[in-house]
């Protein structure tokens, strides 16, 4: 049998036992907060944007090896609701917040902060063997609208069928830029294909003679090109013009050196939107991205940055 005092030694035990692991849980230090250039953080981006984000945060995180910053690459409008959420506190998209969705993150107590990074284009690709790479603004116009449905509607002489009017996908901020700035907000063709992202609609206009894509510039940019003059060769880009009639002088394509004049048509910003209630690591990789290194990658990357200095070049000979 136990004797008492072995019990008592035992409930004694066991009850230091208790008090000594409640201790140590409670005496548990807290995970240290994040700073701007130390901890983890999530953020949301929109997919046509992927390509440029991937790179800034590559370099951030071999900047400050203690920062770690894990993308959700998704449409626009799905970050957005991220945001809104409370999911994220930090967006990268092309579009702006409605007075309505700030006043519902403000009463949250949730502030946003809108930062532009750069400028973007909206590129139209063709098949590399589809003869018609110049259009008109118009053109495209009726294209997505419907009321250009044949590529003979274009080009008498041409022996192309019907037209495929590509997108990737119906939440994306390419699609918004379409209907909003191409359409004049009128509904795209319902014959349009959505293909799920950029990615796969490249690989569609690039094994479909009579397709016509519509993608972020920065989804064809030519990696191995440092000048920012020319597109990879999965797929032909289509010079734009202005004009009642495309010519050769006086289409352009999504060049940076025409995106930082204007003379490229279909335009739009890239924004940094975040919520960060103090100096954490969202506003660390904000600023980092508007200052000297963050602006250089935007400009190795085709596009216009926000402040970096750019040095105009004429690229007529590449049309």
Known sequence: MISMRNRICFVIYTIITIILVYSCKNNKPD????????????????????????????VFEATYKSASIVPV????????????K?????????????????????SKKLF???????????????NKNN???????SEI????????????????????????????????GTVRYAIDSICGGRALYKGAYAQGNHKKVIEYVSSDLNAIGVVGVDWI????DTTNMSFNNQVSVVALSNEIMAT???????????MALKYYPFLRDINIITTDPRTGLETGFTTFICRDKGQRIILRAGIVPATQILRIVDVRNNL
Do not use: C, H
């Open 73 to 84: 690459y998704t449409n626009e409008n799905d970050a957005i609701n991220l945001l809104l």
């Open 248 to 258: 050769k002088a006086n289409s352009y394509k999504p060049f940076q050196a025409y």
């Open 112 to 126: 946003a902060k809108e930062v532009k990074i750069a400028t973007d284009a909206i590129a139209i690709i063709v």
């Open 86 to 106: 409370d999911s994220v506190r930090l967006i990268v998209t092309s579009s702006k917040l409605t007075k309505e969705q700030k006043g519902y993150l403000e």
């Open 221 to 224: 940019g030519n990696d191995n």
């Open 31 to 58: 995970r240290l907060p994040d700073s701007p250039t130390r901890g983890v953080i999530e953020i949301a981006v929109d997919e046509n944007f992927a390509p440029l984000i991937k790179q800034e945060i590559d």
């Open 141 to 172: 116009r009726k294209i997505m609208i419907g009321e250009i449905t044949e590529w003979k509607s274009l080009r008498k002489d041409s022996k192309l069928g019907k037209i495929k009017l590509v997108f990737d996908n119906e939440q994306s």
């Open 131 to 137: 003869p018609d790479t110049l259009l008109t603004v």
